[in-house]
């Protein structure tokens, strides 16, 4: 490799942003070196999945693959040469947590120890080679590798590649992370998201359904891209009708069917989130989602705009209020401010349980007791349910002392509803059944959403996924809960 100088090393840098030079694939041949599944250091040699991102790359792109397909490798590799034929340029790859974004660095850390001598000690002599860092003093050019949980990713850089891994699992607000983060991004810059899918809601899931109208590429790799993915051979005789119309839609191989039966018996219920078949199929199947993804998914794809939208587009209504009916107002109350939940109500038709009404926005405990009585009024006096929890009681305060509202819900002598962890799970229950069993009450497509990142955590408790919200669900759950009492006559 004695032939490799820096004069050259910048000129062939020039053509790595053109795909089709084909520059990359005989770049990363000819100088970059990865282990193996082996264990053995050889040639990163692009394989199918790579070589299929390298031709429909853009400047922007959004990666749904499968585990273990090599795009972080690919993608690691190309920012590596692009920092190393670019001079001034600073590559920043974010991993979802510590220990992802150190095996990341011992990659790149492995392309720069296998260049040739020469270079190392001379064009590509770095002045610093720790903490995940890489800086070439005679380029001024710089590689880092971050994690997603430090607060301080890519503050106050001006970055011209980005690669965001394993977006769908990052702690805390992944969308405000990738925020910051994009703001760091130079305008000509280079930006790739990729992730494995982890159920149809969060940041990624958000970013792949808005890719195109974004401008980005999307790229999907299924399981089957993997060459040495495969098992023992399953017989065309054996093979299930399901298995049968998958072999023949993808030219899949009696031995990679075998594989597919190891992946469903060894992961189970993971098996489509960790090797994804479909890009629409792997987010509706990944996760821990509480309610029926598919019942979900129908009838979002079905709910209207709002007829009206008040409260500075906070409050949208479907249905107005009809003389001789009956309405219920369910409020969920949170403390307001520029950041954390949000306060809801949600308006029901007594009879039937549709959904006419939905507030959802930052209100302090005063606004939202105000709206609330509005909303009452305007729907013919409605019952209005209050969550009693934390800030119900100024609510409900200003309810009773302020508006003198005329009906408000009462339990055990105690005006409001409890939520409880007896009451709870109740709640949640029946508002999955009223998602199954009759979807079309339910018109908020920001209710819906909601449903979709409404999980199971670890801990047995449902809840939002982290960075999610839930007040919307849980306001429709307390309204359901008490139409239900009251149809059933226990008032």
């Known amino acids: 490799m004695s032939w490799v100088e820096l004069n050259e090393l910048l000129a062939l840098g020039r053509l790595m942003d053109d ?26 040699v692009a394989n199918r999945v790579q070589q299929d991102y390298e031709r429909q790359r853009g400047s922007s792109n959004i990666v749904l693959k499968a585990r273990q397909l090599g795009i972080s490798t690919w993608i690691a590799g190309r920012f590596f040469l692009k920092t190393v034929m670019q001079p001034g340029t600073l590559s920043v790859q974010v991993a979802h947590s510590r220990e992802a974004a150190e095996e990341i660095f011992r990659i790149v850390h492995r392309f720069y120890e296998c260049l040739p001598e020469e270079l190392r000690t001379g064009a590509l002599r770095t002045s610093r080679a720790n903490v995940r860092q890489l800086v070439f003093e005679n380029l001024d050019s710089e590689y880092r590798v971050e994690s997603a949980g430090d607060v301080n990713a890519g503050r106050g850089l001006t970055v011209q590649n980005l690669h965001c891994s394993e977006v769908a699992r990052w702690p805390g607000d992944a ?12 305008p000509q810059g280079e930006l790739v998201l990729e992730s494995t899918p982890r159920g149809a809601h969060g940041c990624f899931y958000k970013e792949w359904q808005g890719a195109e109208h974004a401008g980005m590429v999307r790229h999907f790799f299924p399981w089957w891209w993997e060459e040495a993915y495969v098992g023992a051979a ?26 597919r039966r190891q992946l469903k018996a060894s992961f189970r219920g993971l098996a489509a989130q960790e ?17 029926d993804l598919e019942a979900i998914e129908r009838r979002a794809a079905m709910v209207r705009e709002p007829v009206a939208k008040r409260v500075n587009n906070q409050l949208h209504i479907w249905y107005p209020p009809v003389a001789g009916k009956k309405y ?16 809801t109500a949600q308006v029901i038709e007594l009879a039937t349980g549709l959904q006419c009404a939905e ?11 105000k709206e609330a009585a509005k909303l009452g009024r305007e729907y013919g006096d409605a019952l209005v349910v209050v969550e009693r929890n934390n800030h119900g009681s100024g609510v409900l305060a200003y309810l009773d002392s302020v508006a003198h509202y005329p009906k408000i819900y009462e339990s055990n002598g105690l005006a409001g509803w409890l939520t409880s962890s007896l009451s709870r799970p109740l709640m949640v229950g029946r508002f999955g059944a009223m998602l199954v069993e009759a979807p079309e009450i339910f018109q908020s497509a920001r209710l819906l959403g909601e449903c979709r990142s409404f999980v199971r955590h670890r801990d047995g408790k449902t809840g939002a996924a982290p960075g999610a919200h839930d007040d919307c669900v849980m306001a429709m759950t307390i309204a359901l809960s008490v139409r239900a009492e009251l149809l059933e006559g226990r008032r």
């Open 175 to 186: 969308a405000e992370t990738l925020a910051s983060l994009r703001a760091a991004l130079a």
């Open 328 to 343: 219920l107002v369910a409020v969920d109350p949170a403390g307001g401010g520029d950041r954390g939940d949000y306060s």
């Open 234 to 259: 399953v017989g065309e005789e054996e093979m299930t009708d399901e298995e049968r119309v998958l072999a023949m839609m993808h030219e899949l191989t009696p031995e990679q069917i075998g594989f």
């Open 275 to 291: 090797y994804a078949e479909s890009a629409e199929a792997c987010f509706l199947a990944s996760g821990a989602c509480v309610f």
């Open 359 to 369: 507030l959802q926005g930052r209100l302090d405990t005063l606004e939202l007791a």
């Open 19 to 44: 795909s089709d030079a084909g520059m990359a694939p005989f770049l990363t041949k000819a100088l970059l070196r990865v282990r193996d599944r082996q264990g053995r250091v050889v040639p990163l």
